[in-house]
């Protein structure tokens, strides 16, 4: 969930291609793994790839600790980060389904108490990240289940830092908030049930995955990896393990591999395993359907899910980050082939090592290189102001004719590269930028990577 991690992982999965081959060579995929996590110091990961209804491969390497040395197998739970985003669309789609919500109609209407700003929101707006919340995502907090509730009805109208429906700019809290309005209609028929309980019921048990869990006192009694990070020279055990009840809905689901072929395989069969429909299979098209455009990218979202067309190929992916883990799922729709990889160092995981696997069974689409040669050029003179998201801020200043990007105590020159592109090399995930205009030709929104800023002044 940590932005520049997130970045890396998606660049892996949307901007690299690899040669098909007939059949999957197991002793390569195992080198290539075991290589790709040492030089990124991940201690254990795990992988599993699907082809149509079929578990093709499964396979764990390195430790699950790094002080007990147990071994990574594909039974082994890891936290997911944000590729839980999945299943919270898959819940939203599946009760809309069977008539228990309308994900068009305001939130307020199930959260009277969420703020007047708030309440007027739809999940259909969180769920593809066009409700204007601001991002940000606490690893660390209460451990009650109720924080969740607890956490969004504190916030108030500087929880947005963007009209509703204006904008698609990647948001934790819309998925929290999101969590929180499925937790609350489940209510009206078990006053006792908790989000956690509502994924279990509509995705989870549905689709066989028993061992799947948010809840970390659950994980902690099967096979787990524990969450890891560089320390000085060392990669070491988190301690204590990060925890935020508050925070579960945005990317804090525990899986292992094994049973995430599960909904691989649910995604690319319409939500059908073997002869059983699973999950219903309007629910799991309209999980999968472009919604929403991410603006500096093209790339579409789904509910849960980034959607690039090429050619005639669908391919769908969502990379995953957080404190002590990382994970990238992809799936070529057509192809009908996928696979979803683990690790237990922060943000990390083995990407090129999935890749080279997934590439064994189907070719991976080369990407479109986006452009914006077609748009409107906006005037230099326009652009220098204040853009923010949340907490965070960035200032272009103008200097006669040159422009500087201002990040903290750095002042980097931004060189235009498209009508409405830029560069500001050493600016990290803002190093490439779209800046995208309103009516009068001025700069509203910075948009770079999956997020966007507002212009403030």
Known sequence: ????????????????????????????????????????????????????????????????SADTGEPVTGETLFRLGSTTKIFVG????????????????????????????????????????????????????????????DRVLR??????????????????????????????????????????DVVRSRVLDPLGMRQATFRPLEAMTRRLALGHDRKRDAVEVLRPQPEHAGSYPSGSLYASAGELALV?????????????????????RRALTEHATIPSSGLGYGYGIIVRRAGEESVLSHPGARAGYGSAMLLLADAKVGGFVLGNRTGASPGRT??????????????????????????????????????RSFRIEADGDALFLILGEKRLPVERTGARSFRAAGAGPLERFILIPDDRGVPRYLAAEVWAARRVE
Not at 99 to 108: N, Q, T
Request: include cysteine; hydrophobic fraction near 50%; aromatic fraction near 4%.
């Open 90 to 149: 898959l819940a939203a789609a599946v009760m809309a389904e069977a008539g228990e919500l309308d994900l068009d109609a305001p939130i307020g209407q199930a959260v009277p108490e969420l703020h007047a700003s708030l309440r007027k929101l739809t999940l259909h707006q969180l769920l593809t990240h066009t409700a204007g919340l601001a991002d940000d995502a606490p690893m660390q907090g209460p451990r009650d289940e109720s924080a969740l509730g």
């Open 155 to 196: 916030w108030d109208g500087t929880a947005l830092f963007a009209p509703p429906g204006e904008i698609c700019s990647y948001s934790n809290p819309g998925y929290v908030l999101a969590g929180y309005v499925l937790e609350r209609i489940a209510r009206k028929k078990d006053p006792d049930v908790r989000f956690a």
């Open 354 to 391: 999935a890749m080279r696997s997934i590439a064994m069974l189907a070719p991976i689409p080369p990407p479109a290189q986006p452009s914006d040669s077609a748009a409107t050029e906006i005037d230099s003179s326009s652009i220098p102001g204040l853009y923010r998201n949340g907490d």
């Open 264 to 284: 691989l395989r649910a995604l690319l069969n319409e939500g059908k395993l073997g002869e059983r429909q699973a999950l219903p299979a309007r629910a799991v």
């Open 1 to 64: 969930m940590k932005l520049k991690r997130i970045v890396i992982i998606a660049a892996l999965i949307l901007f690299h291609q690899f040669a098909a081959a007939a059949t999957l060579d197991t002793a390569a995929i195992d080198a290539a793994a075991l290589e790709e996590m040492t030089a990124s110091s991940i201690p254990g990961a795990a992988l599993v790839l699907v082809r149509g209804d079929e578990t093709v491969l499964v396979r764990g390497w390195g430790v699950a």
